[in-house]
């Protein structure tokens, strides 16, 4: 059976090249990197390339990165470091009702733990925000606002250079997590605006376990981890050399995936599998926003489809998708992002998230099309016999 893989917002497969990096880490050099002797010089040297690497792929210097387990961590870090560090100015934090779970559970966690208030913009039914709708929410006691880069389910791109300047205007700080723009559209730190920002190696052909957090100089922090000192102090811990090392040699090879072909490359094959499975299926929805997304991502509903049913068929036949995030795959509440597009039931109980990847082909993604159309038709004519 053939298997198409198309869920690469869910993660990536790691790179022959980047497992071939990570290794001689395991091998010869697992010494630990925070030791003076000769087995921790060689790691440390491969960290701080490795960070050098990761820096470059968000125009950032490497004194102002450190790295976290993944995503999850680096955002649970940006909220809870500057919110802490802030606490005695004020207590209110500014995010959206569509940014990822680990920004929302951590945002409903400060205010049960720390007594932090948040406020949650609203999108349009493009999943789009009202820059005023944020001036008119910052208050004198509002510390950071935080809203993603590129949404996972969606493919939104978010204006951040406009919002964080919005948020600069009145002395907050922003937070922006990245983890699903790297790699796929040109990413640059200062003109974004951020003051931190999340990015994780496993959705760019690197291994899983590692991320990292911008942290701008100066930028007010407490730490979450403490003991043992690494990272400046910032995220002290063993450092997973091998990881580290995977994500740095990802990033490298990640320049290659930004390219002005490269990006026209997968766009193409996206418009290409929207274009035949609308031509193909009548009563097909795109959710999100159309004139700015990631290259890769379309969200799709189709009227009188289960979404569940839907993905497992495609499996079934080899087709990987998902209804939305991975993170809560194991939801049988609607994808709260939709909700919060005010989508009808008809839509939000039917929506798929293809998102390509590089080995995708266009054979695969007329492969892919043709199965989606089959598959929608049959599970239409099952419920209209049910």
């Not at 690494?230 to 090392?245: D, H, L, M, S, W």
């Amino acid at each position: 059976m053939t298997r198409i893989y198309m869920d690469h917002n869910a993660t990536t497969p790691v790179r022959p090249e980047v497992l071939e990096a990570m290794w001689p880490w395991y091998e010869q050099g697992w010494g630990n990197a925070s030791s003076i002797h000769w087995a921790g010089r060689g790691p440390k040297d491969a960290i701080d390339d490795a960070r050098e690497a990761v820096c470059a792929l968000i125009s950032a210097k490497p004194r102002d990165l450190f790295f976290t387990s993944g995503g999850t961590e680096a955002d649970n870090t940006a909220l809870l470091g500057v919110g802490l560090a802030l606490k005695d100015r004020g207590r209110h934090i500014i995010t959206s009702e569509i940014e990822h779970k680990a920004i929302i559970d951590t945002a409903l966690g400060m205010e049960q733990l720390h007594g932090f208030e948040f406020t949650f913009l609203e999108v349009d039914s493009a999943g789009r925000h009202d820059p005023e709708e944020l001036r008119a929410a910052i208050r004198d006691d509002t510390v950071l606002v935080s809203i993603m880069l590129a949404n996972n389910e969606l493919g939104n791109v978010n204006d951040i250079p406009t919002l964080s300047a919005i948020a600069h205007e009145r002395g907050v700080v922003f937070h922006t997590d990245a983890v699903n723009a790297l790699g796929k559209i040109p990413i640059d730190v200062a003109a974004l605006g951020a003051d931190l920002m999340s990015v994780s190696a496993h959705k760019i052909y690197g291994p899983k376990g590692v991320g990292a957090l911008y942290l701008k100089r100066k930028t007010p922090f407490v730490p979450l981890l403490r003991g043992g000192g690494q990272e400046r102090k910032r995220r002290c811990g063993t450092y997973n050399t091998a990881g580290i090392v995977g994500f740095g040699h990802a990033a490298k090879l990640a320049r290659e995936y930004v390219t002005p072909e490269a990006v026209a490359r997968t766009t193409a094959l996206r418009d290409r599998l929207e274009a035949r499975i609308r031509a193909g299926v009548d009563g097909v929805e795109v959710n999100g926003d159309s004139d700015s997304r990631l290259p890769n991502t379309t969200n799709l509903s189709f009227a009188g489809v289960d979404g569940e049913g839907l993905v497992l068929n495609l499996d079934l036949k080899g087709i990987a998708t998902s209804t939305g995030s991975a993170c809560t795959s194991g939801s049988l509440d609607p994808s709260h992002v939709l909700v919060a597009l005010h989508k009808e039931p008809k839509w939000l109980e039917a929506a798929i998230r293809f998102s390509v990847g590089r080995s995708n082909t266009e054979a695969d993604i007329d492969l892919v099309a043709d199965t989606v159309i089959t598959e929608v038709g049959r599970l239409r004519e099952l419920r209209a016999s049910a």
